[in-house]
């Protein structure tokens, strides 16, 4: 047993756990909405500490960043459960775990091997963990990150930002790049569609921008569910304002999955919404989806594409080696 962070003892046998804006009162042997966190004897336990259910060396873009060290590699891991339950999750075989299913199939690897694991690792610049969400698995994030950072190597979380302030905060000391799903822009969107609210991910969102690590949006669009043109502006104007226009902002094309049956995102609703997007966000990019020119990236400046994608093969000839615009200098990216 591991003992998680963030909960109170309420009395002999229930606790509550703080680490999430759910913050659930556990009876004992009860687990968590998560299905990560359990009472065991009083004591809040994690569940997935150092459970591994997938491992894989993904190409950066493909967690989406397109803006940290475009074009390299980096360990990925995921374990299971989420805090969120979102009928159209594209990972639900990992996400969406409960008792009445089989139990995952997992790896049991410590902070200390996976630091070294990603140290001796030469194609990859650091670990990100994803696939599930990872903030129900906080403790082992926290102090793999730590061992990582001092290794000289980078971490990167991909969440659904659906986590408190104070564990948020002690994890931006460990954490270099975010990606932070904002699933929608209304908070029956979340309800109806996540069992959750939407205000908890807005205040992530602004804490990691006023941090100053390195952050990035994506916006799966489904078709009737979240794809309303004035709403979806809002949002984009609400990234303008709240964290920068030079933000990026990642759309997915959404496809059925789990319990969602609503038909494929067509192209011509993400090419307009991209319209949209552009004229509030210098870079906006399409993903899930074949295109010639809404993965790339231009110079907000002179126009000039800096940056081309075609899939995850990337091309950076329009960028001198400072990552700057190689027509007019513009810098374009930090983490280059
Ligand atoms: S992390 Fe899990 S157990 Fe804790 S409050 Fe969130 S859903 Fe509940």
Known sequence: MYEASFYSKLD?????????????????????????????????SSEVYARIAAMETDP?????????????????????????????CQNHSLSQVNNRKPAIP?????????????????????????????????EYMLETA?????????????SNGYINPDPLHMLLEYIDAFNIDLKGFTN??????????LKPVLETIKRIAKSGNHLE?????????????????????WI?????????????????RYESTQYPTPPELLFDLYDIARSYLNFVYLGNIATEIHSNTLCPKCGKTVV?????????????????????GTKIFKHY
């Open 106 to 138: 997992t790896k049991n690897i410590q902070p200390e091997q996976m630091s070294e694991l990603v140290d001796t690792n030469t194609q990859s610049i650091g670990l990100a963990f994803t696939y599930n969400e990872p903030t129900v698995n906080y």
């Open 308 to 328: 081309e994608r075609t899939y995850y093969h990337i091309s950076t000839k329009g960028l001198t080696t400072d990552g700057l615009c190689k027509n007019c």
């Open 146 to 158: 730590r061992l990582v950072k001092m290794s000289g190597k980078k971490t990167v979380m991909v």
């Open 188 to 197: 029956e969107f979340y309800r109806k569609y996540s069992k959750a609210t």
């Open 12 to 44: 002999k046998h229930q606790v509550q756990c703080l680490l999430c804006p759910r913050n659930c009162i556990i009876e004992e042997g009860k687990f968590g909405d998560c299905h990560a966190r359990r009472n065991r004897n009083g004591i809040l």
């Open 240 to 256: 303008a304002n709240e964290t920068g226009k030079d933000t990026p902002l990642h759309l997915s094309r959404y496809f059925p």
């Open 60 to 88: 950066i873009e493909k967690k989406p960043l397109y803006h940290f060290y475009p074009g390299s590699q980096i360990t990925s891991i995921g374990t299971s459960g989420c805090n969120l339950h979102c009928n159209f």
């Open 217 to 237: 949006l994506t916006n799966l669009v489904i078709p009737m569910g979240n794809s309303d043109e004035e709403t979806f502006e809002d949002m984009c104007k």
